[in-house]
């Protein structure tokens, strides 16, 4: 294992461990656990909406007595939060079902758009940090983000984070946090935690044929896992990669690759592959849109690169990944920037490299991303979560 700022680059994401009859296989999972520990991940990533993941790791790191050799970070659900007492109240949870009295590192989870943070502000939530951390309960604070990357670069700024988390693999350079996030964390010199590395497996399983071909006969002889993983830890600025290991195989296989990646190891060579592999994906896209920008802002306030990429997701992955990209990057913005605010001006299409019919493809993009069946789903999330 390699380590970076004292942090195993591999880290051990905890939100589905292997279930049996509907609950958690207890013994698989603590010798997963147990072998991670062996080979030398130190860094283990849980949440308190992960079902049944906090009390399981709690128990299995106090009966493998490894709690102080390992670095724990947990999540406050932020979108439950609706006063000061329910703060200490997930605090205390969540330290009682980890067996623990202080977390290493405490995230403000999911958050979409800087409104949350505002939020959590109004209710005292930086006096609270300061006594946490004074009161040893709490070590470091950072916060997990899907969102679009300008609303990164704002809740980035927003407060003296010690570290974050986003989203972030080859597919998801120039959306959600992209690499502009990654050199903003950069910039402040905190350590940055990548969750999603495969996309949730999507750029293994759900390669294009050519992609697959194309790798299985390269004479690195990686797989399309490894290459993911490369790629990220390619990148000097990054940290940490979490990955959900369901296996012991799976993880020996990533520690493998986690010992052996090097900053600055890709070369025109990989960097050719890895454009070949996202080429092959953008084939199957529904919006030739590049992300570009150009065409930004909209006067109505629709993201149009936002949109078309989750629309694009729907074709390239499946439908449910696109719609869910959609839901938290877009629709659950304090300010939403859906589609179907378009009011056709035209303004966007006469700056557009690529040619695209903008307003005839949001229309069906907004027909899409959001079937009759989910409006009601949509206004209960958004009162839930946006408040
Ligand atoms: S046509 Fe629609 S998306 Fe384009 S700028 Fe006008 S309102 Fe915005
Ligand atoms: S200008 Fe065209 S290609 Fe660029 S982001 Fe907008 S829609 Fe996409």
Known sequence: MQYRNGY???????????SRNGNIDYEKTKSEIKRAYELGVNYFDTAYIYPGSEEVLGRILEELEIRDKIILTTKLPQYLVRNRAALDKYLDEELKRLRTDYLDNYLMHHMTDIAQW?????????????EQKKAGKIRHVGFSFHGNTDMFIKILN????????????YLDENSQ???????????????????????????????????KKEIAEDKHGWSAAEWAFRWLWNQKEITCVLSGMNSIEMLEENCRIASEAEI???????????????????????????????????????????????????????????????????????????????VKCGKCESHCPQVIAIRDELVRAQKELMPWYSR????????????
């Not at 505002?118 to 609270?128: A, F, H, I």
Request: net charge positive; charged share 25%; with cysteine.
């Open 8 to 18: 195993s680059m591999l880290g051990y994401g905890c939100m589905r461990f292997t």
């Open 118 to 130: 505002e939020k959590l502000v109004s209710l005292g939530v930086t006096d609270w940090l300061d």
């Open 158 to 169: 927003a407060y003296d984070w010690d570290l974050c988390l986003i989203q972030y693999n």
């Open 177 to 211: 946090a992209g690499r502009k996030g990654v050199e903003a964390v950069a910039e402040k010199g905190i350590p940055l935690f990548i969750m999603e590395p495969l996309r949730g497996g999507k750029l293994v399983n759900l390669l294009p044929d050519k992609a």
């Open 264 to 342: 600055d190891g890709f070369g025109d060579e990989e960097f050719a592959m890895i454009d070949r592999i996202k080429g092959y994906i953008n084939e199957t896209m529904k919006v030739t849109c590049t992300g570009c920008k150009y065409c930004m802002p909209c006067p109505k306030g629709v993201d149009i690169p936002a949109v078309f990429s989750c629309y694009n997701h729907m074709y390239s992955e499946n439908k449910a990944t696109g719609r869910k990209e959609f839901f938290q990057t877009i629709a659950l913005r304090r300010e939403p920037a859906m589609p179907s605010q378009c």
């Open 376 to 387: 009601i789903w949509y206004r209960i999330a958004r009162r839930v979560m946006v408040g």
